[in-house]
Nanobody, 130 residues
Framework: QLPLVESGGGLVRPGGSLRLSCTPS????????IGWFRQAPGKEREGISC????????YYRDSVKGRFTISRDNAKNTVYLQMNSLKPEDTAVYYC???????????????????????WGAGTQVTVSS
């Protein structure tokens, strides 16, 4: 079993909303940076957003700013990605990943670019289509 489990994907019409969840298996998300990524068919994986489970700081890819919101519920040991105003180009497999906060508490832009995450999930399909 992979260390992270994503859920909440599905088929939604353009303009609709979905909320994805990311829950670890066998560990708690204390002092981790958690990132959401997506990969569309024929395209490279891209980082969307990340959050620090320590101070709650967040970072977003420009194309999702104002539409997507990342949040965490430490009591439920879960990170969410609320996706609103979905577009067909948001169609992809969405993955969450986690990496320990190594001496920092605030996320940096590299969390959606070059950070090499230790843990990954299997992904959940999001399809935006009319």
């Amino acid at each position: 079993q992979l260390p992270l489990v994503e859920s909440g994907g599905g088929l939604v019409r353009p303009g609709g909303s979905l909320r994805l969840s990311c829950t670890p298996s066998g560990f708690t998300l204390d002092y981790y940076v958690i990132g959401w990524f997506r990969q569309a068919p024929g395209k490279e994986r891209e980082g969307i957003s990340c959050i620090s489970s320590s101070d709650g700081s967040t970072y977003y890819r420009d194309s999702v700013k104002g539409r997507f919101t990342i949040s965490r519920d430490n009591a439920k040991n879960t990170v969410y990605l609320q996706m609103n105003s979905l577009k067909p180009e948001d169609t992809a497999v969405y993955y969450c990943a986690a990496d320990p906060l190594r001496g920092i508490t605030t996320v940096q832009p590299m969390c959606i670019t070059t950070l090499e995450y230790d843990f990954w999930g299997a992904g959940t399909q999001v399809t935006v289509s009319s």
